[in-house]
């Protein structure tokens, strides 16, 4: 089986493709001035273009792993993500408070899904 790459850079792919089913890499907000429910809201746009891309969408999630920078924001992230995810399929997922990579992120999301 071929594997596809989308956005592959020297450190990572945002998107890698095998068979029928699609790993998403740890997605952040370009804009990181916002507060979690607006980066939340930026990274779910950016899992929507890329699980496109891909042939699927968010009804087709397997798994979602978040991070957030402070887990006393967990209900803003879930603002935005439960107005957005499939509630007919909604993935496995778990949160966890983690430091994250970038100045001024407070989310990181991962999803994995399914293509057919």
């Known amino acids: 089986m071929d594997i596809k790459r989308f956005d592959p850079g020297p450190r990572l792919s945002r998107a890698v493709v095998f068979g029928d089913t699609v790993y998403l890499a740890g997605l952040t907000a370009d804009d990181a001035s916002q507060g979690v429910t607006g980066q939340t809201q930026q990274i779910l746009a950016k899992i929507d273009h890329y699980l496109k891309q891909a042939g699927t969408d968010k009804s087709r999630l397997l798994t979602a792993q978040i991070w957030l920078s402070d887990i006393k924001t967990f209900n803003d992230m879930n603002k935005a993500w439960e107005a957005?995810?499939?509630?007919?399929?909604?993935?496995?997922?778990?949160?966890?408070?983690?430091?994250?990579a970038g100045a001024g992120l407070s989310v990181e999301i991962m999803v994995v899904a399914a293509r057919s």
């Open 84 to 100: 957005w995810v499939d509630k007919a399929n909604p993935p496995a997922r778990a949160t966890v408070e983690s430091k994250l």
